[in-house]
């Protein structure tokens, strides 16, 4: 954890801390549940808590009979340990995860809607009933197996928000292929390395994709990814037509979702599978600059998705939840997609983005859709508060809790988002968790645990969080402490492996304090037990609720010829909760530097993709280096932040006098 993000913890606790443990009934707010909570009182929270921590086997068993349709039931609930680093959950059970999101809600309510759209710029109205829902996803998953997925096969998904790119995820889940959605933000680079490394059969995309009011080329990039460098093992590209525009077509790997899907009848029986097979997997930011595949299981990761949905969203069958997320990332693999769905709940597919037409949209869609609980980043939050509360003129009389996902919520957006937007009616939950955690981890339960603005509160049940000393790894114990994130037990939605690369997964989150899966995030605790996260402590950045990881960036910046040596630190952002600033050295003495700069800032939009693109580039004389040549990030992120007084001991660098020279690059005006 920075100094920075620390002092803001203390600050911002001292100030909110209060005694919150009493029972607060689920019912608090002046506005009436529509049915019964699923829980009243936060003592029955801590009651179910205790025996999830203390008897796993046993909570979790019922939890996933109750939740989920098994066609067979499981005979061993958990297996394996984190010190053993195999973990696996109820054994000898098998399941139909696109059965447990559309089939067993398409029986019973046919007619309800699964999905409602909301195109870019509103004009296509277009729903999807549970019964439609299950008609498209069959017909997919015939085409897929047409094309040649098989069981086992890893598919491509590269869509913009539309209700495609939920059925394409659930066609794949209804064979037993493993979907591996790449966010259609990531250059075609990007796309291309992620291809290779999941070994993906087919691609499934659409012709071009609209976001606030762009047109973007979408099957352009899948055939770039696929049309230079190293070869990859597709062999089939499905496209939607999302805008009918003339696109390249390489016949007999290319083929059209409509032409295709209208061959096939309207039901497919979807394959057993075992709890353990793989679901999907997911790319994402670490440490080192190759992305990493989580993978995550079909059994776990379905009751992980279906209980919190239950439990701190308190979701119940007639709910409507808008998450803002996109399904490129997991927000919206588990709270757009297998959440909502597996609990039979209406969910909303949003193409565009919160400003267009203008800072009203995501209220409009609310209030239009009768939208019960709305989930979104602070990034947006923070974008639409600075746009003012003019904008919030409907009044979105359902909504009942709003969450917040993805980085730390600081307290006056919290407020804003309670008093303003809520209307001081609904509650705030701030969900901690990530890609590998699947589902919420450190939540507030809707209504349940009164919540503090700013803080994560309390864990999901059989979630044991302790934090621990970061350098020696011990426990540090009592109320009042900080030290690193990390969980006790398994739970069942944590991932299982990254793909083709066990001992990476071992050693990223199990090996570094043996018999704990470590989060990478720093947090407090405070005099109450609250959770408090603080950020990473590793060298992962958050803008704009996506992970980079900053030696990814690097890796592309480093690409370029003229540069000798880089370092990218992540500065905090008002807007973006972080920015990504670039200091780089260059090999030749006399560059052009606004050239240079352009030329850099496109080679990672190029080779990462645009959302990874450095705010700011300074090209410096030379990079601050210890005698060992270890690059002092810490001194280039106090420089920028204009901390330049308090730069510590500068002795042990190799070159002290670059200090003054960085400090004069950066404060020199634009
Ligand atoms: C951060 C997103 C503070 C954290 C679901 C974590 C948060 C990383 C919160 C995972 C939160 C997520 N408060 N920080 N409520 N939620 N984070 O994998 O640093 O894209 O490790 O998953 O986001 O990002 P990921």
New binding site residues.
């Given amino acids: 954890m920075t100094a920075n993000s620390v002092n803001a913890l203390a600050s911002a606790s001292a100030e909110l801390d209060g005694p919150r443990r009493q029972d607060a009934p689920g019912d608090l707010l002046a506005k009436p549940h529509p049915s019964k909570p699923h829980l009243r009182y936060f003592h029955e929270y801590e009651a179910m808590y205790k025996r999830s921590v203390a008897q796993p086997s046993q909570f979790w068993s019922a939890l996933a009979r109750e939740l989920l349709s098994w066609d067979r039931d499981f005979q061993t609930t958990q297996y394996g340990t984190l010190e053993s680093g195999t973990v696996s959950w109820f054994l000898g059970g098998e399941l139909n995860v696109s059965y447990n999101c559309v089939d067993r809600h398409a029986i019973k309510t046919p007619d309800k809607t699964a999905i409602i759209y909301e195109s870019d710029d509103g004009t296509i109205n277009r729903s999807i009933t549970y019964h439609e829902l299950l008609r498209e996803v069959s017909r997919l998953a015939y085409v897929l197996k047409d094309m040649g997925v098989r069981k086992g096969d890893t598919v491509a998904i590269y869509l913009p928000m539309i209700p495609e790119a939920v059925i394409a995820l659930l066609a794949c889940a209804r064979i037993g292929a493993v979907h591996s959605v790449v966010f259609a933000g990531f250059s075609s680079e990007s796309l291309r390395d992620r291809l290779l490394d999941a070994n993906s059969k087919v691609v499934i995309t659409a012709d071009e994709g609209k976001r606030g009011g762009k047109t973007i080329g979408i099957k352009n990039t899948v055939d770039q990814a696929l049309g230079s460098g190293q070869s990859t093992s597709v062999t089939g590209v499905l496209v939607y037509k999302r805008t009918g525009t003339e696109v390249p077509w390489v016949p007999g790997r290319d083929r059209w979702w409509h032409q295709e899907a209208e061959k096939w009848p309207s039901y497919i029986a979807p394959e057993r599978m075992a709890s353990e097979d793989p679901l999907f997997l997911l790319y ?1 930011s670490g440490s080192t600059g190759k992305p990493k595949g989580i993978v995550h299981t079909v059994g776990g990761y379905l009751v992980g998705a279906a209980a919190t949905g239950k439990y701190v969203f308190d979701l119940h069958p007639e709910d409507r939840l808008f998450c803002g997320g996109d399904v490129g ?3 919206g693999h588990t709270y757009v997609v297998y959440s909502p769905l597996c609990l039979g709940v209406t969910t909303v597919v949003f193409e565009g983005t919160p400003v267009f037409p203008d800072p009203s949209r995501y209220w409009e869609i609310i209030d239009k859709h009768a939208i019960t609980h709305f989930y979104v980043a602070p990034t947006a939050l923070r974008l639409l508060k600075r746009a003012g509360d003019d904008h919030i003129k409907y009044p979105m009389r359902n909504l009942r809790v709003l969450g ?6 600081a307290p006056e957006i919290w407020k804003w988002y309670h008093d303003i937007v809520g209307r001081g009616n609904c509650h705030v939950v ?7 955690t699947g589902s919420h981890v450190i939540a507030p339960l809707a209504g349940i645990i009164s919540p503090k603005p700013g803080a ?1 509160t309390l864990p999901f049940f059989g979630i044991e969080p302790v934090l621990l000393d970061s350098q020696t790894g011990e426990l540090v114990q009592g109320n009042n402490v900080e030290g690193v994130l990390a969980f006790k037990q398994p739970w069942p939605s944590m991932a299982r492996t990254i793909w083709g690369d066990h001992k990476r997964y071992l050693d990223t989150y199990l090996n570094v304090y043996k018999g704990y899966y470590f ?3 720093g947090a407090r605790r405070d005099h109450e037990g609250f959770y408090w ?1 603080g ?2 402590v590793d060298d992962v950045i ?1 803008v704009s609720g996506h ?1 980079l990881s900053t030696a990814e960036i690097e890796s592309a910046l480093a690409e370029h010829s003229a540069v000798a040596e880089v370092a990218v630190v992540g500065i905090s952002d008002d807007l973006t909760g972080q920015a990504v600033n670039a200091f780089v050295s260059t090999k030749g003495q006399e560059e052009q530097i606004d050239a240079l700069t352009r030329e850099l800032v496109l080679q990672v939009r190029r080779t990462i993709g645009p959302f990874a693109a450095p705010q700011k580039i300074f090209v410096i004389p030379d990079l601050p280096k210890t005698r060992s040549g270890k690059i002092m990030r810490r001194i280039l992120r106090k420089i920028v932040s204009g901390e330049q007084d308090q730069l510590g001991d500068i002795t042990t660098l190799l070159d002290p006098s670059v200090v003054g020279k960085i400090i004069d690059v950066v404060n020199k005006p634009l």
Avoid: M
């Fill in positions: 994402t990332w997991i927000t917040s996902v993805g980085e730390p919520i701030d969900t901690y968790w990530q890609t590998e994560a989060t990478g995030d996260i950020g990473r958050n992970r």
